[in-house]
């Protein structure tokens, strides 16, 4: 009675009887300490009240440290998340921070090791042979004739990725895998225990076992409940994989793709591996290729873990020869739709190669838009797109072709036909006992019910339930046996996906590594990416050529084109050098070698170590500017928090810009947070104003500027260039005004010569420098002589054009509008 009156008290009563009996301990705790501590009660208690109200002090002002580091954070997220900015960690590491519901999520991106990459490269540019038909290739660099396919080179290209995909076994990527794979196995046990259960329940319906098919009925609903959340959980660790595996690539990709050797560019501009840009590569052939890859781990696991499981379990109730027609069944099944089967690697990653290039099309147009406005080139564009479209349209129209009569022989075969087989061998220990095909079914009841029941009915419930048990299990098996078939397919066209994603980062490795091969049998052109025996030496005070040709280089194996032969010349601090000549003289191809954007295939180039800042800094004909706030045009390429670390604030970018001629900006944009698309907002004497604002906020020591004053009027220009070389920059200018070399203390003058390839560089005010000047205004004063000579001529030629003659030799007369020129000549 009492333990039932203890069990009937209210929790708050429990809790204080608890709460009390906790306190009396306490006390007693307290005592034993006072009998052997030599302080006196009064002070122990002094004591044991300073130690709980530290605690609490503690405790309070750490919990407060916990809020307001929060609450700081949240204020930091959202204020990053406005301006697009991030912060970057002396390791690399960058922090960024993501919009979330009503809050943000703070997201930190670890940068891929050079060592990494390093290990990596062998893997992707390692020369490994397969022999193909009679022929020899590269796993690396596969040539293009060479077909996708289920082939040893899918497998050493799909083992590559995946080391990037599932670095390590402690990775997320190995956890999700594992988790994954659990639930494959539990689905499959889950299976062979409702088999079991469909063969009782069926059992117990025919023998009319009410108990019995209730209770058996129970436990299929608690089963079913149980399979239901793991298939549930199998696809979502699916989705998981596969979005696992995309940020692990294109986390890798990037870091290949926007490094500090800039293959964004030579993957386009030198290499020619990738045809139309790596957009469709990173965004829609990378994705299929996980989704792919992740549905494969299940679509391949789990049915070969169904067909050993299933197959056993057939064994044991069906015996040992109808486990060999169910083998030869399948073997044969496959062998005939291997045989049958389209490539469907091959049409996938054609299909994917004329998706890319229908996209360029549009990306093109996109791009130049206005230009194709002006000259009313709709029409034009329209037919090229159409034609694309067609191509594209046509192709998969014969893959949806070639797909008819393969599914339909694929369905007939994996359904009904091995469906009709696993009847017929299910049927087998029924309509033909005696012939000992199959073991004998157990009876699950014991031998006093079997007394009770007659032989016949114990008999028939027992076949009963092995035939719905079998059939259960046969379909389940003709359901994995499908899937392993369909999945050959999806190994086809996952060939074809990581084909393209491996030439995708095989051809980053090998621009990064300058790792270019010549084919066999293939006579090497002079200056092509092998030839490269020049030096890029960074770390020099100046700028320095030293022998070097000057080489608009071409895609891969390709030979370049030479614009000047062994360009030399030295630029010190405080040298300001202008460079001009005529178009195509290779002005702008200077700047691009000192870039180390186009290789030096002979001699010495010499540059400052860095970009920016105490280093060089380039201005191209053609400004950039990037998606974001005002304030990021200025600063670009740094955020606003490397603006922050630097200590500047937007009173210094204001007087920049005031020093630029363009501090009306921010007041007529809506300040500097603005965001707009900057490319249409500003004018083209904004635009390179804006260039100038950037060169004038980092301060290089030496800058390039390539036309960057082109659309400037004379006057503003010559306070930029003031400007710039009051702040210590030294200039080295490509433009083909004159009246730049006031500012100039050098001059080097391209395209001189009958072969367009010499070139004369001078110091502005010798003698050499004023005869070339006095040479070329004789030139002009020789070629303003021969005026009056062109305009008879010109008189004479109109006079000429302006007769009508008709048949009979009759001349008319010249049109009215002729004679009115005529008579106010």
Same mark, same amino acid.
């Given at each position: 009675m009492a333990n039932q009156s203890t069990l009937r008290q209210r929790p708050q009563d429990r809790f204080a009887q608890y709460f009390d009996h906790l306190y009396e301990r306490l006390l007693e705790r307290v005592d034993q300490f006072q009998k052997r501590s030599p302080l006196d009660k009064r002070t122990t208690q002094l004591i044991a009240t300073l130690a709980l109200s530290l605690t609490i002090i503690t405790g309070g002002y750490g919990g407060y440290r916990w809020y307001t580091g929060r609450k700081k954070e949240r204020d930091l997220g959202h204020r990053l998340v406005r301006r697009n900015s991030g912060i970057r960690s002396k390791d690399g590491t960058r922090t960024i921070?993501?919009?979330?519901?009503?809050?943000?999520?703070?997201?930190? +991106?670890?940068?891929?090791?050079?060592?990494?990459?390093?290990?990596?490269?062998?893997?992707?540019?390692?020369?490994?042979?397969?022999?193909?038909?009679?022929?020899?290739?590269?796993?690396?660099?596969?040539?293009?004739?060479?077909?996708?396919?289920?082939?040893?080179? !899918?497998?050493?290209?799909?083992?590559?990725?995946?080391?990037?995909?599932?670095?390590?076994?402690?990775?997320?990527?190995?956890?999700?895998?594992?988790?994954?794979?659990?639930?494959?196995?539990?689905?499959?046990?889950?299976?062979?225990?409702?088999?079991?259960?469909?063969?009782?329940?069926?059992?117990?319906?025919?023998?009319?076992?009410?108990?019995? !098919?209730?209770?058996?009925?129970?436990?299929?609903?608690?089963?079913?409940? +149980?399979?239901?959340?793991?298939?549930?959980?199998?696809?979502?660790?699916?989705?998981?994989?596969?979005?696992? !595996?995309?940020?692990?690539?294109?986390?890798?990709?990037?870091?290949?793709?926007?490094?500090?050797?800039?293959?964004?560019?030579?993957?386009?501009?030198?290499?020619?591996?990738?045809?139309?840009?790596?957009?469709?590569?990173?965004?829609?052939?990378?994705?299929?290729?996980?989704?792919?890859?992740?549905?494969?781990?299940?679509?391949?696991g789990k049915p070969l873990v169904d067909l050993v499981t299933f197959n056993y379990q057939l064994y044991r109730s069906l015996g040992p020869l109808a486990l060999s027609g169910l083998l030869s069944t399948y073997i044969g099944t496959a062998i005939l739709l291997k045989k049958l089967s389209p490539p469907f690697a091959k049409l996938k990653s054609v299909e994917a190669r004329k998706e890319g290039d229908f996209r360029s099309l549009h990306a093109r147009l996109i791009a130049n838009a206005e230009e194709v406005a002006f000259y009313a080139g709709g029409p034009m564009e329209h037919g090229l797109l159409d034609h694309g479209f067609k191509e594209l349209k046509k192709w998969m129209e014969g893959i949806y072709r070639v797909k008819v009569g393969y599914n339909m022989l694929e369905d007939f075969v994996l359904k009904y036909t091995w469906s009709a087989l696993g009847y017929v061998i299910t049927s087998l220990p029924v309509f033909l006992p005696e012939m000992g095909l199959a073991p004998e079914p157990k009876s699950s009841k014991t031998p006093a019910e079997v007394a009770e029941d007659s032989e016949a009915g114990e008999r028939t419930g027992s076949r009963t339930k092995q035939f719905i048990t079998n059939k259960k299990l046969m379909l389940n098996l003709a359901d994995a046996g499908s899937r392993m078939m369909y999945s050959i397919k999806d190994l086809s066209e996952l060939a074809g996906q990581t084909s393209r994603v491996f030439k995708l980062i095989s051809t980053l490795h090998r621009v990064q590594a300058n790792a270019y091969q010549l084919p066999p049998n293939v006579y090497p052109e002079p200056f092509n990416l092998t030839d490269v025996a020049g030096t890029l030496h960074k770390g020099y005070d100046g700028v320095r050529l030293e022998h070097v040709p000057i080489v608009a280089p071409s895609p891969f194996p390709m030979g370049g084109e030479e614009l000047i032969d062994n360009l030399s010349f030295i630029v010190g601090p405080g040298d300001h050098l202008l460079i001009t000549g005529p178009n195509g003289a290779g002005k702008s191809a200077v700047s691009r070698v000192v870039a180390g954007l186009w290789p030096t295939y002979r001699g010495l180039t010499s540059r400052p170590r860095n970009n920016g800042q105490d280093g060089i800094m380039f201005l191209p004909q053609k400004v950039y500017l990037s998606p974001g706030t005002l304030r990021d045009q200025v600063i670009y390429p740094h955020t606003e928090m490397d603006m922050r670390e630097a200590g500047r604030r937007e009173s210094e970018l204001q007087a920049?810009?005031?020093?630029?001629?363009?501090?009306?900006?921010?007041?007529?944009?809506?300040?500097?947070?603005t965001r707009k698309m900057w490319q249409d907002v500003l004018s083209g004497g904004e635009k390179q104003r804006m260039g100038i604002a950037r060169l004038l906020y980092h301060e290089p020591r030496y800058a390039f500027i390539d036309e960057g004053t082109s659309a400037v009027s004379s006057d503003v220009e010559g306070i930029l260039y003031e400007t710039?070389?009051?702040?210590?920059?030294?200039?080295?200018?490509?433009?083909?005004?004159?009246?730049?070399?006031?500012?100039?203390?050098?001059?080097?003058?391209?395209?001189?010569?009958?072969?367009?390839?010499?070139?004369? !560089?001078?110091?502005?005010?010798?003698?050499?420098?004023?005869?070339?000047?006095?040479?070329?205004?004789?030139?002009?004063?020789?070629?303003?002589?021969?005026?009056?000579e062109w305009k008879q001529r010109k008189q004479h030629i109109e006079e000429e054009l302006s007769k009508v003659w008709v048949s009979g030799k009759q001349e008319l007369e010249a049109p009215e509008y002729h004679q009115e020129e005529a008579a106010t000549t």
């Amino acid at each position: 009675m009492a333990n039932q009156s203890t069990l009937r008290q209210r929790p708050q009563d429990r809790f204080a009887q608890y709460f009390d009996h906790l306190y009396e301990r306490l006390l007693e705790r307290v005592d034993q300490f006072q009998k052997r501590s030599p302080l006196d009660k009064r002070t122990t208690q002094l004591i044991a009240t300073l130690a709980l109200s530290l605690t609490i002090i503690t405790g309070g002002y750490g919990g407060y440290r916990w809020y307001t580091g929060r609450k700081k954070e949240r204020d930091l997220g959202h204020r990053l998340v406005r301006r697009n900015s991030g912060i970057r960690s002396k390791d690399g590491t960058r922090t960024i921070y993501v919009p979330y519901k009503d809050r943000t999520s703070k997201v930190t +991106i670890h940068p891929t090791k050079p060592t990494t990459f390093d290990a990596h490269r062998r893997l992707f540019l390692n020369p490994m042979r397969q022999r193909s038909s009679g022929r020899e290739f590269s796993l690396g660099v596969p040539p293009p004739n060479v077909k996708p396919g289920l082939n040893v080179a !899918f497998v050493h290209q799909f083992m590559a990725i995946m080391q990037i995909a599932v670095p390590r076994l402690g990775s997320k990527e190995s956890g999700l895998l594992t988790t994954h794979a659990f639930f494959l196995l539990l689905r499959t046990y889950l299976s062979l225990v409702v088999a079991r259960m469909d063969g009782e329940i069926v059992r117990d319906l025919i023998a009319g076992q009410g108990k019995d !098919f209730l209770v058996g009925l129970t436990k299929w609903l608690t089963v079913g409940v +149980i399979g239901s959340y793991t298939n549930s959980m199998i696809k979502f660790l699916q989705a998981k994989i596969s979005i696992a !595996f995309r940020t692990r690539l294109t986390r890798y990709i990037h870091d290949l793709y926007l490094g500090s050797h800039s293959a964004y560019y030579k993957m386009h501009a030198l290499d020619g591996g990738i045809e139309h840009g790596a957009d469709q590569f990173i965004c829609r052939d990378l994705t299929l290729f996980c989704d792919n890859a992740a549905n494969l781990y299940s679509s391949l696991g789990k049915p070969l873990v169904d067909l050993v499981t299933f197959n056993y379990q057939l064994y044991r109730s069906l015996g040992p020869l109808a486990l060999s027609g169910l083998l030869s069944t399948y073997i044969g099944t496959a062998i005939l739709l291997k045989k049958l089967s389209p490539p469907f690697a091959k049409l996938k990653s054609v299909e994917a190669r004329k998706e890319g290039d229908f996209r360029s099309l549009h990306a093109r147009l996109i791009a130049n838009a206005e230009e194709v406005a002006f000259y009313a080139g709709g029409p034009m564009e329209h037919g090229l797109l159409d034609h694309g479209f067609k191509e594209l349209k046509k192709w998969m129209e014969g893959i949806y072709r070639v797909k008819v009569g393969y599914n339909m022989l694929e369905d007939f075969v994996l359904k009904y036909t091995w469906s009709a087989l696993g009847y017929v061998i299910t049927s087998l220990p029924v309509f033909l006992p005696e012939m000992g095909l199959a073991p004998e079914p157990k009876s699950s009841k014991t031998p006093a019910e079997v007394a009770e029941d007659s032989e016949a009915g114990e008999r028939t419930g027992s076949r009963t339930k092995q035939f719905i048990t079998n059939k259960k299990l046969m379909l389940n098996l003709a359901d994995a046996g499908s899937r392993m078939m369909y999945s050959i397919k999806d190994l086809s066209e996952l060939a074809g996906q990581t084909s393209r994603v491996f030439k995708l980062i095989s051809t980053l490795h090998r621009v990064q590594a300058n790792a270019y091969q010549l084919p066999p049998n293939v006579y090497p052109e002079p200056f092509n990416l092998t030839d490269v025996a020049g030096t890029l030496h960074k770390g020099y005070d100046g700028v320095r050529l030293e022998h070097v040709p000057i080489v608009a280089p071409s895609p891969f194996p390709m030979g370049g084109e030479e614009l000047i032969d062994n360009l030399s010349f030295i630029v010190g601090p405080g040298d300001h050098l202008l460079i001009t000549g005529p178009n195509g003289a290779g002005k702008s191809a200077v700047s691009r070698v000192v870039a180390g954007l186009w290789p030096t295939y002979r001699g010495l180039t010499s540059r400052p170590r860095n970009n920016g800042q105490d280093g060089i800094m380039f201005l191209p004909q053609k400004v950039y500017l990037s998606p974001g706030t005002l304030r990021d045009q200025v600063i670009y390429p740094h955020t606003e928090m490397d603006m922050r670390e630097a200590g500047r604030r937007e009173s210094e970018l204001q007087a920049i810009l005031e020093e630029a001629k363009l501090g009306y900006i921010p007041e007529r944009e809506g300040g500097w947070d603005t965001r707009k698309m900057w490319q249409d907002v500003l004018s083209g004497g904004e635009k390179q104003r804006m260039g100038i604002a950037r060169l004038l906020y980092h301060e290089p020591r030496y800058a390039f500027i390539d036309e960057g004053t082109s659309a400037v009027s004379s006057d503003v220009e010559g306070i930029l260039y003031e400007t710039a070389k009051r702040k210590g920059i030294t200039l080295i200018t490509i433009s083909t005004r004159a009246s730049l070399k006031r500012y100039h203390s050098y001059t080097l003058t391209l395209g001189l010569g009958e072969e367009a390839n010499e070139y004369e !560089f001078v110091r502005i005010g010798t003698a050499s420098e004023k005869n070339s000047v006095l040479q070329e205004i004789q030139e002009l004063r020789e070629k303003l002589a021969q005026v009056d000579e062109w305009k008879q001529r010109k008189q004479h030629i109109e006079e000429e054009l302006s007769k009508v003659w008709v048949s009979g030799k009759q001349e008319l007369e010249a049109p009215e509008y002729h004679q009115e020129e005529a008579a106010t000549t």
